[in-house]
């Protein structure tokens, strides 16, 4: 039956499209090395129309598909997982939607391919005067589908926002091959629901993006960039929220603590610039701030700049390179930021297999990235610990980084049931087999 399948995806997108053995093995594997699965094979598309045709299949004959973009996802929902049926699934990857066309400058907006990254695309705009609203260390894989799947947000949602304030439109494919056009023509169309919010977050569950309508932006005005000396990270929110009553513009705002920001000078073969303090921000603004009262550097020059920015961008790869990481990704309420943190450090820390406790993020939205280090790739139990007591603080579970099969048992510490069962409502509605990326979001019944 497999070579069945293999032949008629032959035929719908070419052999040299379909990819089985070695060449699918790196679209198996995410990011962090903790998640993996097996597949039928991987698909490459080229078009909406193939996209169509290869769903009507998927569909008619039972068989998973997993959409995949530029496979950056920390969640296990870019490769394969448990399926309902035990069936194998086939990754379906959007790398080869890789279209840019010119930018409308009376809307600010473009019409760009799901598989075009956030680097292209950013570089795409800046010849027509605009920049890209969303980015994030992984801007050279990282693509557009996969970005609005899970509303990314990154290091400038402070100033522009998360995916979703960017996204206008979209073109879709639904689990039977239906093609749903809702990219719209003006940057203003109330014409029925917005199909565009449906998706974004739905992390490839409710249909496939093939390609998105997204606003473009003013670049950023000059920045003055500074590292600053903190005790805790509430303080790191009272400052943002200072520069805000001063009518000052912050450009990014990301809160790193004293063992982090050791660990990424030493990985980078940088100094310090600032010690002894147990949170450093880095903190960009488009112009002076008066940080008197505090102990902080100013960049000098852009080179300078740029090595302030390369301690908080490489902080994943030297994390990374501690071993296996458990990653959680999750927003705290400013009032409870302090007291969450300290609890995390010690319950999680108290079990046996844990080795260290790493905190920083984006801290303008109160999004932290938690680092555990010690675990197995298969132990769940620091997660657990972790995500109780993001509920018990009132947070929540996924703030960028998306559920996929990784927090689907902790979506219920943080939604209620009347939310989950209308989420399983609309999926079964669109998806009724099931064939859409079965196991992320929402748990398998």
């Not at 293999?6 to 962090?32: C, H, M, R, S």
Request: hydrophobic fraction near 45%.
């Amino acid at each position: 039956m497999i070579d069945q399948h293999l032949a008629q995806f032959a035929l719908q997108i070419g052999v040299e499209n379909v990819l089985i053995g070695d060449e699918a093995k790196p679209y198996l594997v995410d990011w962090t090395k903790r998640y993996s699965g097996e597949a039928i094979c991987v698909l490459k598309p080229a078009n909406v129309l193939e996209v169509s045709a290869i769903l009507k299949y998927c569909n008619a004959n039972s068989i998973p598909v997993i959409p995949q973009g530029g496979n950056t996802g920390l969640v296990h929902g870019s490769v394969p997982g448990e399926t309902k049926s035990g069936s194998l699934p086939v990754v379906l990857s959007m790398l080869r939607f890789n279209e840019l066309n010119t930018v409308n400058r009376l809307d600010r907006s473009v019409v760009v391919g799901a598989g075009v990254t956030i680097k292209d695309l950013a570089t795409h705009v800046s010849k027509f005067g605009f920049t890209y609203g969303v980015d994030l260390a992984a801007r050279d894989s990282a693509t557009i589908g996969g970005t609005v799947a899970t509303d990314a947000g990154g290091i400038r949602v402070v100033h522009y926002g998360t995916t979703k304030a960017q996204v206008l439109g979209v073109e879709a494919v639904l689990a039977d091959g239906t093609i749903i056009d809702s990219l719209g023509s003006t940057a203003k169309d109330g014409a029925g629901y917005d199909f565009s919010s449906w998706l974004i977050g739905s992390e490839g569950t409710l249909a496939v993006i093939t390609r998105v309508r997204v606003r473009v932006k003013n670049p950023l005005p000059n920045a003055h960039t500074y590292f600053v000396g903190l005790n805790k990270f509430s303080e790191a929110s009272e400052l943002i929220a200072k520069c805000f009553l001063e009518q000052k513009r912050v450009l990014a705002a990301e809160a790193i603590d004293e063992a982090s920001f050791e660990l990424v000078c030493k990985f980078l073969d940088l100094s310090k610039p600032i010690s002894d303090y147990p949170v450093i921000l880095l903190l960009e603004t488009d112009s002076e701030v008066d940080l008197s009262a505090f102990t902080f550097v100013k960049s000098q020059s852009a080179k300078e700049s740029l090595e302030f920015w390369a301690r908080r961008e490489r902080l994943g790869d030297a994390v990374g390179s501690l071993g296996i990481i458990h990653k959680a990704d999750v927003g705290i309420p400013p009032e409870n930021l302090d007291e969450f943190i300290a609890e995390f450090h010690i319950e999680v820390n108290a079990l046996s297999a844990v080795k260290q406790t790493l905190v920083y993020g984006h801290i303008a939205e109160c999004n932290l990235h938690l680092e555990i280090i010690g675990p197995a790739a298969n132990d769940v139990s620091a997660e657990s610990v972790t995500y109780k007591l993001v509920a018990a603080h009132g947070g929540t579970v996924a703030s960028e980084h998306g559920v996929g099969r990784a927090k689907c048992e902790f979506l219920s510490l943080v939604r209620s049931d009347d939310y989950l069962q209308t989420i399983k409502l609309l999926k079964k509605t669109l998806d009724p087999k099931s064939i859409l990326n079965p196991g992320a979001v929402i748990a398998l019944d």
